[in-house]
């Protein structure tokens, strides 16, 4: 097949990329080369897919474009010059903490962008439209595990209501043009060439270097962290799964339309998450308590049954096996 992936010189969208020219498909990925974090670290990626390309011989199969999603002009041009039998979209303005100081980051990419590809995939009438949402929409719900069934209107950081706002945006088009659409809900990724903003990162790179770590919540938090392996297979699984038109006991509105937890299933304490990367680096943290920040939440427990009972999967990496992984890319990437 023919697959668009956006945001594919992203963390996950990098990964996901390559595990689809390994299933034969051909890919066309799109990304805008932001400075959110280091640009040289995405360039690292395309470097690496590149090398990956020519060893393997997928250079006719895969093509970069650099692109924002916001760009309407850009995002419809490359509908028109392009089929698409699957979309992926990775592409996103991440961070609960950097959507509270800039704002219309999130509107740019996470709303308007957002609008773009359901645009596109309206015109081309694209077979499955796979797209990034996020834990951070189930807020301070204090029900769990998480289940795709709870309410979720009450994010507590624009990044989350961006990411809510997308599944609505993506309900009313596979109600009104028969779109399927199927949202992912990502739970704490990490893994190698992750994000620089992810706590694992910065903890590995400052314990590492003998410096103070800062400890929200006092480590009083618990995060489902799932690793990057489970979470590309989740979204290959997803992908040839194309929901049909279905209605819920509240509503008569008929949509080819799913959300999915992607989730490890198992909430880590901060302490065991710290504990991995002293005993894959060798070393002890040193530790600055702090309380806890706006927007963050103290839990995050993904309920993964539909997941299972659908596509037959389910994460299963533990925290010391990822983290391990982790840290031994860091030392080569560093």
Not at 250 to 266: H, S
């Amino acid at each position: 097949m023919k697959v668009l992936v956006t945001g594919s010189a992203g963390f996950i969208g990098f990964f996901t990329t390559q595990a689809l020219l390994k299933q034969g498909h051909q890919v066309v990925g799109i990304d805008n080369l932001n400075d959110y974090y280091d640009v040289s670290l995405k360039q690292g990626r395309l470097d690496f897919l590149n090398r990956f390309c020519e060893e393997n011989g997928y250079g006719d199969q895969y093509q970069f474009i650099t692109m924002d999603i916001s760009d309407r002009k850009a995002m419809a041009d490359l509908f028109k010059s392009h089929v698409f039998d699957r979309v992926i979209h990775l592409a996103a303005q991440a961070g609960v903490r950097y959507s509270i100081e800039n704002p219309h980051a999130y509107v740019d990419s996470n709303l308007v962008g957002f609008v773009n590809v359901l645009e596109g995939c309206r015109q081309q009438q694209t077979a499955h439209l796979v797209y990034a949402s996020s834990s951070s929409v189930y807020g301070m719900n204090s029900k769990i595990p998480f289940s795709t069934e709870d309410r979720v209107d009450f994010p507590i950081s624009l990044y989350a209501a961006t990411k809510k706002s997308n599944e609505l945006m993506a309900h009313t088009y596979s109600h009104l043009y028969n779109i399927p659409t199927t949202g992912l809900r990502f739970f704490t990724v990490y893994g190698p060439w992750g994000r620089p903003d992810m706590a694992y990162f910065s903890f590995t790179k400052k314990i590492l270097a003998g410096e103070t770590i800062d400890v929200f919540n006092h480590g009083r938090m618990e995060r489902d962290f799932t690793y990057i392996d489970d979470i590309v297979e989740g979204v290959l699984r997803v992908m040839d799964h194309i929901p049909k038109p279905q209605q819920t006991e509240i509503t008569t509105a008929q949509a080819p339309y799913k959300i999915y937890n992607i989730g490890n299933n198992q909430p880590i304490t901060l302490e065991r998450f710290i504990n991995a990367i002293e005993s894959a680096t060798g070393k002890t943290a040193v530790r600055n308590n702090l309380p806890m920040q706006p927007g963050d939440v103290p839990r995050t427990y993904a309920d993964v049954s539909d997941l299972m009972q659908d596509v037959g999967f389910k994460p299963s990496t533990e925290i010391e096996v990822g983290i391990s992984r982790f840290v031994e890319w860091f030392k080569l990437y560093a």
